[in-house]
């Protein structure tokens, strides 16, 4: 099973804190590092102090400081992006990295976060993502001298030129969410892989959906890889495990969170890659805490990566 780290930078934390953060993960064998892609923090927990850093733009600069993790986000929304803009950035970032970039792309939900910078926020946002699905992997597949043209219902491309292509033969693209209908055949047609947030068991039902859309679309299930998120709240001890869950606001009630101690952490792993999870994000809330990040690394990872 494959682990990678997951942060959330909009809750607080400076790029040299994200740097050291990514740069220790991959000291210790994560196999990837991945980060939202928000601009607004979320919740009372945090003051959200220094302030946002941009996705894309930390990434490039990760690129440069790591050399073997994979390197993403989980998820960037359609609204902050037009396609092409989109495309060339994660490209740029793939060629900076030798090769290590996955795209997470979503509708997104945030509405609080478009209103405080400007970001229009339609209503119906699924068919922006299952466009610039179209747009993005289009734009990465023409070569040589040929250009793309796209004429959808929220994006037109004229002439674009193959002046930019990842290093990857096809970025891995990942896709996520509860829907019953259209998220599952978003997955199908587009994604490399498919994303739970949610428990093992629920995440397997997700998971059971998302074949049963592959094989309504023609394509083979086990061409997909399934992976599932949760919040990571590892402690020795209950009392190690509340204080960090406390100055951090996380829950450790909540089913969805992986709690518990190295081996109770090891043991909720077991129970996705049972389900079908062939990686699965931990979810860390304080990036200036990396005594947490070293204990999963260093007691949980050799276990199961």
Not at 59 to 76: D, Q, W
Not at 143 to 148: I, L, V
Request: net charge negative.
């Amino acid at each position: 099973m494959e682990i990678c780290a997951f942060v959330e930078p909009q809750q607080g934390a400076s790029y040299t804190e994200l740097r050291d953060f990514a740069v220790t993960a991959e000291r210790l064998g994560f196999h990837g590092f991945f980060r939202s892609d928000h601009y607004l923090k979320m919740g009372e927990a945090t003051d959200g102090a220094p302030g946002p850093t941009d996705a894309w733009t930390s990434l490039a600069a990760i690129a440069v400081e790591t050399s073997r993790v994979r390197l993403g986000t989980l998820v960037s929304s359609v609204t902050y992006r037009t396609p092409g803009i989109l495309a060339v950035q994660v490209a740029n970032v793939d060629e900076i990295s030798g090769g290590r970039v996955e795209l997470g792309l979503g509708t997104g939900w945030f509405e609080a976060e478009h209103r405080a910078y400007g970001i229009p926020f339609p209503e119906k946002r699924f068919g922006m993502l299952e466009e610039q699905l179209e747009i993005v992997r289009g734009l990465w597949s023409i070569r040589g001298d040929e250009t793309f043209d796209f004429a959808g219902e929220h994006y037109r491309l004229e002439g674009t030129p193959a002046r930019q292509r990842p290093v990857q033969a096809a970025v891995p693209i990942i896709v996520g969410g509860g829907g019953p209908t259209r998220t599952p055949r978003v997955a199908a047609r587009y994604a490399s892989e498919f994303n739970s947030f949610t428990g093992p068991e629920r995440a397997g039902e997700r998971f059971d959906v998302v074949r049963a859309a592959c094989e309504t679309e023609g394509r083979d299930p086990a061409s997909l890889r399934y992976s599932a998120a949760a919040q990571v709240w590892c402690g020795r001890t209950l009392e190690e495990r509340a204080a960090r869950a406390e100055k951090a606001g996380g829950n450790l009630e909540n089913p969805n969170n992986a709690v518990g101690s190295p081996q109770q952490i090891v043991d909720t792993l077991a129970a996705y890659a049972e389900r079908g999870a062939a990686r699965v994000y931990l979810q860390f809330l304080d990036l200036r805490e990396l005594e947490h990040l070293e204990l999963v690394g260093t007691e949980v990872l050799p276990h199961v990566a």
